[in-house]
């Protein structure tokens, strides 16, 4: 159940956005290594790092919104998950695809960031007064100037495509293509990512396809949620599309974050955080969460009175029955954690981590894989 909490103090808001800052960059390096290392491809690796940049660009915008929480009245106080996710919650991002819909006017009724500055320092030379009321404007057009550039991460990210190539030659051809989209997820507040690998054999290429490509980003859009297994996902999309044929899905959730000074999840990893008494800006561990779908095969099925179409069977994680129940062919689990909270992690072997990918963060800002 989430448990949100605002954060009343300026010093506090400006440490927990420095954090998200620091993980996201780490999380691209890692990002890096799974490509080295086979588990992601050139091109996945791209995609997952324009999602990481727009949430960067996010947290960056809620930071200049939120820098005067508790000094300014009007400044409002960041709601966060400290229960669940350790995320803001999604309603912030709501507010915030509000305002930017608007932000013309706002950027346009205020004055530009020079102006501004320029009346501080009057402020504080000429009446030697801390220029309060004018810092906060400053923040707030710093955050309209963010939600104007764009690319950030919005509680949904419709689905684009990246082309991989043709499978066979003339009318037996295939266009593949990685098809990718991804939500901030209301139920459990956490940005998750979704692939999919699919193979076209339409007339027209998918995303010059008038009548197709609307069809399936309202499809997946629709079917972009955390409850749904991606079994449930991928069968939906293979019985809607007869000329679309999905070969590989996966669902990537990027969190939750856990932090001793911010979060209050229970289980093992915060107390390894409380125990490594980590120094600012390193008490912290972020898990990311792969749910992989794979085909298995192909099976022919009668359409209409003469037709028949490619029907997918997927590949069901075959131990202890896991895959009925998760709708996966494999779930795999990471954690990246700064290196102090890995020895804590290591010297006491809690259940449930050994088969846990492990990144470590060196304090030079190094990422390793143990």
């Given amino acids: 159940m989430t448990d949100t909490t605002n954060i009343h103090d300026t010093r506090v808001t400006r440490r927990y956005f420095k954090k998200f800052e620091r993980i996201t960059q780490h999380l691209t390096r890692v990002a890096g290594m799974m490509e080295a290392e086979g588990t992601l491809t050139k091109q996945e690796v791209e995609v997952l790092g324009r999602y990481l940049v727009g949430l960067t660009y996010t947290f960056r915008a809620l930071g200049h919104k939120y820098l005067f929480a508790g000094r300014v009245a009007r400044a409002g106080k960041l709601s966060f998950d400290r229960r669940e996710s350790g995320f803001p919650i999604a309603a912030e991002l709501m507010e915030m695809a509000v305002d930017a819909a608007q932000v013309d006017r706002h950027l346009s009724g205020t004055q530009s960031v020079e102006a501004l500055k320029s009346e501080m320092v009057a402020k504080i030379v000429g009446e030697h007064e801390v220029p309060t009321k004018l810092q906060f404007a400053l923040s707030q057009r710093l955050y309209y100037e963010e939600l104007a550039r764009g690319h950030l991460f919005w509680v949904r990210n419709d689905p684009d495509t990246v082309w991989l190539g043709n499978e066979g030659e003339g009318r037996d051809a295939r266009r593949r293509f990685l098809v990718h989209w991804a939500v901030y997820d209301s139920q459990i507040n956490l940005p998750t990512v979704y692939l999919m690998d699919l193979e076209d054999t339409g007339r027209t290429a998918l995303p010059k396809d008038d009548r197709r490509w609307p ?125 102090r909270g890995f020895q804590v992690l290591e010297d006491q072997k809690p259940p449930g981590f050994s088969d846990v990918r492990k990144f470590v963060v060196s304090p030079g800002g190094r990422v390793m894989r143990v």
């Avoid at 007869?242 to 107390?271: N, W």
């Avoid at 792969?290 to 085909?295: A, V």
């Fill in 215 to 339: 069809e399936v980003q309202a499809h997946l859009t629709a079917q972009a949620q955390g409850d749904l297994k991606l079994l449930t996902i991928a069968r939906g999309f293979d019985q809607d599309f007869d000329d679309l044929h999905p070969k590989r899905l996966r669902r990537i959730h990027l969190g939750p974050m856990y932090s001793s000074a911010f979060t209050e999840q229970a289980g093992p990893l915060r107390q390894v955080l409380v125990d490594a008494q980590s120094p600012e800006g390193e008490d912290w561990a972020l898990v990311w969460t792969t749910e992989d779908l794979k085909s298995e095969r192909v099976e022919m099925e009668k359409s209409g009175w003469f037709g028949r179409v490619e029907r997918e069977v997927f590949a069901l994680d075959p131990f202890a029955g896991r895959g009925a129940e998760t709708g996966t062919t494999a779930t795999e689990r990471s954690i990246i954690l700064p290196a």
